[in-house]
């Protein structure tokens, strides 16, 4: 009892933060709130650094403290922080800003909990726990839009999450266990599995926005602020991913044929985001597309599961890099405005920013030597060792696309006049943000070593 | 002399882009002083290559520089030299230098042209000297984004769209490149990216071969360019500035067919032969089809871009042959592709800077809107219709040695397909007596008398390219010896 504890010692950190943060709200101390969330959230980060290498099972085998509970900490927590310091910029002042840092913290640790999940149980609470908490922070502002895209966010939510409880009692009662390990027996039905396992991609893929249970993400990314909009196209996804991972290790291919679903549903997923970004006119909503678009390039790394060296890796290093660099994007959106032509001769205006700008993007599409080429790079790999060579083509035609899309960006930052308007300052937070993962965006492209096991 | 004690490569390397960070820290407000730090640097750059080969180029991999970069996936910096990539270390440092030279003119935003140019020419030595995959795959990417800026800014009418294409063509083929590593990788035993390794070892066998070959020529083929990937070439080196132009032709391409070389020949030698037929008729149709579509241009850059095509097209039937036969012949082929490559470097490279000196006085490229311009710029013309000759393959000039050894080692093995590809001299040989017939002699047009001939700057940048044009084509053997005992230390 006493080592399960300390080994889920991180989560249980975010825990008590989370609840620190909810008291100084009440006590309307915003500002403390912050602080409350940046400590908590570092100590947890350094121990999860600290138990890494650490390969075990806690309560009964029903939370998993392994390379991908350990690093999702390492990954959500500082990213937490950066959110939490973007929103700060945007939403300072604004009535109850202090529940949005404490419903990060709550996200995140849904998040957690999914990416260390050895139990069916421990999916379905993660996943309610994320989507409660989201949704809150999507609604902050209380007008339409807000409103509109949280209440998408909800019932898109209950029904993919009705949908995959259903479908995993399915797997309780065949395999007598609730377990994910009790799925691993070549002697169960194979169509019940097999429905099974669909529900919880519907489940779960609409947390890590994959196709085609995605279609509240880009009126919920508009409505809500930006920086909750960062934060829900980072953390849910991660903490989702994880967990299919964790659920996969355990499930026979010879019952579903799961990485050919997945992999079916990764094409279309990247093929889907980079196709629908072309025609976007608003950078939020480009962003969101290209979230579904890389989440499906994300999914790689869950098929090389059990059947690619590369598999986890791949999985850590993209979760850091995306992570990064999504978050990197977004702060420059908040800073520089929503519209396309909000970036318009910003290579003039704020020639560092829109170099910052340029790296991000460029490090989506997957540029050497930034972190998002070193994360597609083991991804592909993983996928390749896994007898997945044909997606790793389709992933790299996508990638082609996805130059397009981003270039729409690029363009009119370096080749436009700046409109005759009123110019947004940057919010020191936001500054900050963004320098941060700019140098973290090209440091771990170089430095992958520090992520491989 | 010894340099041993230096790391030659790696300072050839990175001097360009430490160029680049002096003009990014030191911000001159000069455009004069800017050009001066840059081509100091390129300079010091040239300097540093011959430095090189001072030390001495050997017949296989030599002069290797290592440094632990990602162990656990068997990734490292590594920086190597041989025959083959020396020739194109050489090439790459005088072309920047002479294009930085020419681009002198560009006042506008010149600081970040010059710091782009710089971070181009790291990347296109990086791409040559690199002995890991890894490490080659970074600087061939980066070659792209730095080209893409400089033609999206610097280029001529359409050139945000041609830079946009350049970029998304050559993004799919780089892709494929990614891939083709990748399973090199997986396949290689232990797992390494070393591309010594690879080479002295070739264990990828059966599918997986034929696969990564096929990914590997897919991606050197957009890159080269060979029919049917070549659309995005000339839209690319026609709206791109003539320095770009200069580069693009005489540098970039060279990455496609250096990797030609180093990868499937080296890495697929089984495949490669296995499928050489199906190269070899892509090369020839690519060879007939570039000088028959540069014949039917009026735009003069097009033309010049198209030659390339051909040009492109004679070098990877050279190194087709190289991979079917194991004979001399073979090898014969492969020292005329080798030299192809610098050869084509030099003299596409001095022809785009000459267009680009033709339009900045005449302000158009229409062949029919110009005529006996030899009376008003003499130099211009005079030096035009040399390196014209040069590459129509002019006995006595760079192309003509390069050619001829490509024909001659490939006659042996497929004399019908020389037959063929063979008629691609006198068409380019028509094309270009046309175009100079049109532009330079005849009556002079109107308007064009008032301009100066070519200047100083110009003069500067062009007649040392000039000048090795003619040292290539009377002795090819300054660089041949070194080619072919690199190609002989294959042993094929």
Known sequence: ?453 | MDFSSLPLLSITTFLPVFGALVIMVLRPKQTKTAYGIGIAFASLTLLAAIMIWIQGIGSGLSQIEELSWIPSLGIAYRLGVDGISFPLVLLTAFLFLTSLIFSAKIKDNANIFIELVLMLETACLGVFLSLDLFLFYVFFEITLVGMYFIIAKWGHEHRKKAALTFFIYTLVGSLFLLLAFLALYLFSDPNTFDIQQLVANPTITGLAATLTFWGLFIAFAIKTPLFPFHTWLPLAHTEAPAAGSAILAGVLLKLGTYGFIRFPLQMTPDAFREFAPYVIVVAVFTALYGAFVALAQTDIKRMVAYTSVNHMGYLIFGVAIAAVTTTTSGMIALDGAVLQMISHGVVTGVLFLLVGALQDRTGTREMNEMSGLLKAYPILSGLFMLAAFASLGLPGLAHFPAEFQIFLGGFDVYPIAVGIIIIGLPITTALYLRAIQKVFLGTLAEGFSGVKDLGSRELWAIVPLILATILIGIYPDSLLSMIHATTNFFGL
């Open chain 1, 1 to 453: 009892m006493a080592t399960d504890l300390l080994n889920i010692l991180p989560q249980l950190i975010v825990l008590s933060t989370t609840a620190i943060v909810l008291c100084l709200e009440m006590a309307r101390l915003p500002r403390a709130a912050l602080w409350a969330l940046v400590v908590g959230m570092l100590t947890a980060t350094g121990v999860a650094v600290d138990l890494l290498g650490t390969d075990t099972t806690a309560f009964s085998t029903t939370f998993r403290v392994d390379a991908l509970s350990l690093w999702a900490v390492i990954i959500l927590g500082p990213a937490t922080i950066l959110f939490a310091l973007l929103g700060r910029s945007e939403l300072k002042d604004s009535a109850r800003e202090g529940t949005i840092y404490s419903l990060m913290g709550f996200s995140a640790l849904g998040a957690m909990i999914l990416a260390g999940s050895g139990d069916l149980m421990f999916i379905v609470l993660g996943l309610l726990i994320g989507t409660l908490a989201g949704m809150a922070m999507a609604a902050h502002p209380r007008n339409g839009p807000s409103s509109e895209g949280a209440m998408k966010y909800f019932i898109y939510g209950s029904v993919a999450g009705a949908i995959m409880l259903f479908g995993l009692t399915y797997w309780a009662g065949l395999a007598g266990t609730t377990l994910i390990s009790g799925i691993n027996n070549p002697d169960l039905s194979s169509y019940a599995v097999m429905f099974g396992f669909i529900t919880l991609v519907i489940g779960i893929g609409y947390a890590a926005s994959l196709f085609p249970v995605h279609f509240w993400i880009p009126d919920t990314f508009e409505g809500a602020p930006v920086s909750i909009a960062a934060y829900l196209s980072v953390v849910p996804k991660i903490g989702a991913l994880f967990a299919l991972a964790q659920v996969v290790r355990d499930l026979p291919v010879s019952l579903v044929d799961w990485p050919l679903i997945l992999a079916v549903l990764a094409a279309l997923s990247m093929t889907f985001g980079n196709v629908v970004a072309l025609w976007q006119n608003n950078v939020i909503r480009l962003l969101a597309y290209s979230t579904v678009a890389q989440s499906g390039y994300y999914v790689l790394g869950v098929i090389g599961v059990g059947q690619s060296s590369l598999a986890i890796d791949s999985l850590v290093v993209f979760g850091v890099a995306y992570a990064l660099m999504n978050t990197g994007a977004f702060a420059i959106t908040l800073g520089e405005g929503t519209r396309l032509d909000d970036f318009k001769g910003m290579g003039k205006r704020r020639p560092w920013q829109a170099v910052g700008m340029t790296i991000f993007l460029l490090s989506l599409v997957g540029m050497p030597p930034l972190a998002g080429f070193a994360g597609k790079f083991l991804l592909f790999g993983a996928a390749i060792e896994s007898g997945y060579s044909w997606l790793a083509v389709v992933a790299i035609l996508n990638s082609a696309i996805s130059l397009a899309v981003y270039m729409r960006i690029v363009v009119p930052m370096f080749f436009q006049e700046t409109e005759d308007r009123q110019i947004k300052t940057y919010a020191p937070g936001t500054s900050f943000v963004w320098i941060s993962t700019f140098a973290l965006t090209i440091a771990a492209g170089i430095g992958v070593q520090w992520f491989l096991a």
